[in-house]
């Protein structure tokens, strides 16, 4: 399939026949209605603008319609009319540098004379494997220019390579150092969110070196919900004693004053029992000091007291309770 087109951008107009493959669209390629448009066709490794004004499977007939073509364009403009009967060339007519006096004969002589007609066609040709020539020498300098530029890209490529090198050996020292970094950060982390960890960071030591420790929120809790240092004394201590550790016991283990034939029960844990006792003082103010007075080591003794008493009375009550039971 070929068209007939005409070059919009050329002046004096120009007419060739190109395959249809030449359109620049390949959505045009398959239409029907190419007739009377303007389409892009590919010439000479370039996109130019052409007017269909016929499409046939014929070639040779297309190319007999734009001589006709020319020969009218000529006639129109007065000019000299040069045909190219080669295939794909642009059918052209170029205007004439006669004086204006000369025309009607210059025009009648070519017309009339063969001869001089086929001399003008003989410098076209000419002219045109100067054009060539010329364009072959262009690409010889393209191709020249494209060499130095693989070359030189070979090159930056090696130095890039060498680079590289260079980086990537740095890259991987401090892919080590981050390593080793990440793995100090990660034992340090589990360290510091392991429930053993937390809990020794929240908790409370009841009395120094004992080992017994409760977390902080619930020693606040305790003593809020307490009216009372005896009532904190025994919420404590019913915190840190089971049922089983009161059971059967007492709070000191000493013998009755009151009862002869009494037999005294073993004491609870002395370590746990003296750090409830000595929490609850230190709670409520009673703390020793170097410059602790007379007078306040009686008030202290007071509160141990009544402390006693209380966790004295309530053991009693416990054991009462699992002997009903």
């Known amino acids: 399939m070929f068209l007939l087109v005409r070059w919009i ?14 359109v620049a669209d390949g959505k045009l390629r398959k239409s029907r209605k190419l007739v009377r448009t303007t389409v892009g066709i590919t010439w000479k490794r370039s996109i130019q603008e052409a007017l269909v004004l016929e499409a046939g499977s014929d070639r040779s007939d297309l190319e007999a319609k734009a001589d006709v073509l020319a020969e009218r364009e000529l006639a ?22 006669q004086p204006s006096s000369s025309k009607d004969s210059s025009k009648a002589n070519n017309l009339t004379n063969p001869s001089k007609r086929l001399s003008r066609a003989a410098e ?90 409760l977390h902080r929120s619930e020693v606040s809790a ?13 919420n404590l201590f019913r915190r840190v004693f089971s049922s ?11 013998r009755s004053t009151s009862l002869q034939n009494h037999v005294p029960l073993p004491s609870v844990d002395p370590l746990k029992r003296d750090a409830v006792i000595e929490f609850c003082l230190k709670t409520y103010g009673y703390e ?13 003794k007071s509160a141990k007291t009544s402390i006693i008493k209380s966790l004295s009375d309530y053991i009693r009550e416990e054991n009462s309770k699992l002997k009903a039971f």
């Open 244 to 254: 089983e550790d009161i059971s059967g016991h007492s709070l000191t283990g000493r």
């Open 76 to 97: 129109q403009i007065e000019t000299s009319l040069v045909l190219d009967t080669r295939t794909g060339r642009k059918r052209t007519c170029a205007s004439s540098n």
């Open 124 to 213: 076209i040709d000419c002219i045109l494997e100067h054009l060539d020539s010329s364009n072959n020498s262009d690409d010889e300098i393209e191709d020249q220019t494209l060499q130095l530029q693989v070359a030189q890209n070979e090159q930056n490529e090696e130095q890039i390579a060498a680079s590289s090198n260079d980086d990537l050996e740095a890259l991987q020292k401090k892919f080590k150092i981050l390593r080793k970094k990440y793995k100090d950060l990660k034992k340090d982390h589990k360290l510091c969110s392991s429930d053993a960890s937390w809990f020794d960071f929240e908790a409370v030591e009841l009395l120094n070196g004992s080992g017994i420790k």
């Open 222 to 234: 305790l003593q809020t919900m307490s009216a009372s240092m005896t009532i904190f004394a025994r």
């Open 9 to 22: 951008n050329d002046r004096p107009k120009t007419w060739t026949v190109v395959p249809i493959n030449s």
């Open 288 to 300: 020793i000091s170097a410059s602790s007075s007379k007078k306040f080591l009686r008030k202290r």
